[in-house]
C-alpha cells in the first residue's frame, strides 16, 4: 500500500508542479503559490471540521507546522526554479535534496535500508554534479530557458539549479516532519502543514509589497494546482503509516518524471549528452534508494 500511495503522490506533486511552474512564468511563483494554498487551506480545515477525531498532541502539531515551512518555501523555491529555468533539470535535481534528507534521517533514526539505498545515495553526488553542466544554447517551444553556453544562459541555468537544490531540501523537511507527526493524529498535521506553508508565503508577499492579483482563468488553475498538493501531501501522509520514511520519501521524490516527461512533450525541451547522463543517474539514484 505504500508503494501505491507514494507513487500517487509523485504523480499528483509532478503535474502540480509542471502546472504552477508554467504559470508562474506569467504570473510569478509567489502570486501563483498565494491562489494555490489559499483554497488547500480551506479544504484542509474542512475536512477536520467534517471528519473530527481526537485532539492531537503538541509534538504532532508542532511537526506539522515545521513540516509546513518547508513545504511552502520548497514550492515557492521550485516554482521559481521551473518560471526561469529548464523545467527538466529544476525538477530532478529538487528530487535528489527532498529524497537524500529522509534517508539520512531514516538511518540515524534507527531505519536500516539496504545496500542499494546506500549505493543510491553515492549515485545521487555525480548525478547533480552532471545535471549542472552547460549544455546547448536555445529555447523550448514556449521561450523557456534552456541550459545555453552563452553567459545569459549558464547565469539562467545556475539560477534553477540552485532553486532546485534548496526547494529539495527543503522539500526533505517536509517529509521528515509529516513522518514524525505520527499517525494517531488524524489530518491535523496536514492542516497544520497547509496552514504555515501559507502564512509564510503571505509574510513574503507582505514583506516585498507585491501584487498578488491574477486572471479569473489564471487563478482558478492554480487553486487547483493547489488543491492537487494538498491531495499528494495527503496521500505520502497515509504512505508513512504503513512504510519507512526512506523509502516512501524517496518513491514520492520520483515526481520530477512527471515534470520532465511533460516539458519534453509539451515544451520540447532538449538535453546536452552530459545532462542526460546526469538525469538518467538522478533517476537511477532514486530508484535505487527506494530498493529494500
Avoid at 481526537?54 to 521551473?82: E, F, V
Avoid at 535535481?93 to 540515524?108: E, F, R
Avoid at 545535471?131 to 517551444?141: E, R
Avoid at 519507512?244 to 518513491?251: K, W
Wanted: aromatic share 6%.
Amino acid at each position: 500500500m505504500a508503494l501505491l500511495l507514494g507513487l500517487a503522490a509523485a504523480l499528483l506533486y509532478g503535474g502540480a508542479d509542471f502546472t504552477g511552474g508554467l504559470l508562474s512564468r506569467r504570473n510569478g511563483s509567489l502570486t501563483v503559490n498565494l491562489f494555490g494554498a489559499a483554497p488547500a487551506v480551506v479544504v484542509a480545515w474542512m475536512a477536520i471540521v467534517l471528519m473530527g477525531g481526537a485532539w492531537p498532541s503538541s509534538s504532532a502539531i508542532g511537526w506539522g507546522l515545521a513540516s509546513g515551512i518547508g513545504g511552502g518555501a520548497g514550492t515557492l523555491l521550485l516554482y521559481r526554479g521551473l518560471s526561469r529555468g529548464q523545467m527538466s533539470v529544476v525538477g530532478p535535481v529538487s528530487a535528489v535534496g527532498a529524497a537524500v534528507l529522509p534517508v539520512t534521517v531514516g538511518m540515524v533514526s534507527g531505519e536500516r535500508p539496504g545496500i542499494f539505498t546506500t549505493l543510491g545515495i553515492l549515485v545521487a553526488l555525480p548525478a547533480i554534479a552532471l545535471v549542472a553542466s552547460s549544455g546547448k544554447a536555445g529555447a523550448g517551444k514556449d521561450g523557456a530557458a534552456k541550459t545555453g553556453t552563452g553567459r545569459v544562459g549558464r547565469v539562467a541555468f545556475r539560477a534553477g539549479f540552485a532553486d532546485g537544490l534548496g526547494a529539495g531540501l527543503a522539500f526533505g523537511l517536509m517529509f521528515v516532519g509529516l513522518a514524525r507527526a505520527g499517525d494517531g493524529a488524524g489530518l491535523w498535521p496536514i492542516a497544520c502543514e497547509q496552514t504555515s506553508a501559507f502564512l509564510l508565503m503571505v509574510a513574503l508577499a507582505v514583506r516585498a509589497r507585491q501584487s498578488v492579483r491574477l486572471p479569473p482563468r489564471s487563478a482558478a488553475v492554480a487553486a487547483l494546482v493547489g488543491v492537487a498538493g494538498l491531495f499528494a501531501t495527503l496521500l505520502y501522509f497515509y504512505a508513512t503509516h504503513t512504510g519507512l520514511l526512506a523509502i516512501v520519501a524517496v518513491l514520492t521524490s520520483l515526481y520530477p518524471g512527471v515534470t520532465v516527461l511533460l516539458a519534453r512533450v509539451l515544451l520540447r525541451e532538449q538535453f546536452s549528452p552530459a545532462q542526460r547522463a546526469g538525469l538518467a543517474l538522478c533517476a537511477l539514484a532514486v530508484a535505487a534508494i527506494a530498493l529494500p
